[in-house]
Nanobody, 115 residues
Framework: VQLQASGGGLVQVGGPLRLSCAAS????????MGWYRQAPGNQRELVAS???????EIVDSVKGRFTISRDNAQKTVTLQMNSLKPEDTAIYYC??????????WGQGTQVTVSS
C-alpha cells in the first residue's frame, strides 16, 4: 500500500486549503484513514480521522474549521481546511490503519499559513 498526499501550499490567514490523499494497493476493511500534522519542535499529532464506516474524529483545535471525508471507491481521503490560522502551519501527513494494527504513512505535505 502506498499513500500519496497532495494539496499543501501557502495560504493567507482565514483562507481555505484542501488536502487529498490517495491510496494504492489493497485496502482491507475495517480501516481508518486520517491526517496528522507536525509543526517544528512539536510532536506529530492527530488532526482528523475517518473510519471505513464513515465515523469521524476531529480534534478540538480544528473543530468547526476542518472537515474530513473519504471516498472508499476511489480510496481517497480529503481534509478540507477553512479559516486557517498561523498555528495550523505544519507538515501534514496522511495515515492508513488497517485492522487496527497495520499502519501506512504518506509523505508529508507542507501547509503554511501567513499572517
Amino acid at each position: 500500500v502506498q499513500l500519496q498526499a497532495s494539496g499543501g501550499g501557502l495560504v493567507q490567514v482565514g483562507g481555505p486549503l484542501r488536502l487529498s490523499c490517495a491510496a494504492s494497493g489493497s485496502i482491507f476493511t475495517p480501516n481508518v484513514m486520517g491526517w496528522y500534522r507536525q509543526a517544528p519542535g512539536n510532536q506529530r499529532e492527530l488532526v482528523a480521522s475517518i473510519t471505513s464506516g464513515g465515523r469521524t474524529e476531529i480534534v478540538d483545535s480544528v473543530k468547526g474549521r476542518f472537515t474530513i471525508s473519504r471516498d472508499n471507491a476511489q480510496k481517497t481521503v480529503t481534509l478540507q481546511m477553512n479559516s486557517l490560522k498561523p498555528e495550523d502551519t505544519a507538515i501534514y501527513y496522511c495515515k492508513l490503519i488497517i485492522w487496527g494494527r497495520i499502519e501506512y504513512w504518506g509523505q508529508g505535505t507542507q501547509v503554511t499559513v501567513s499572517s
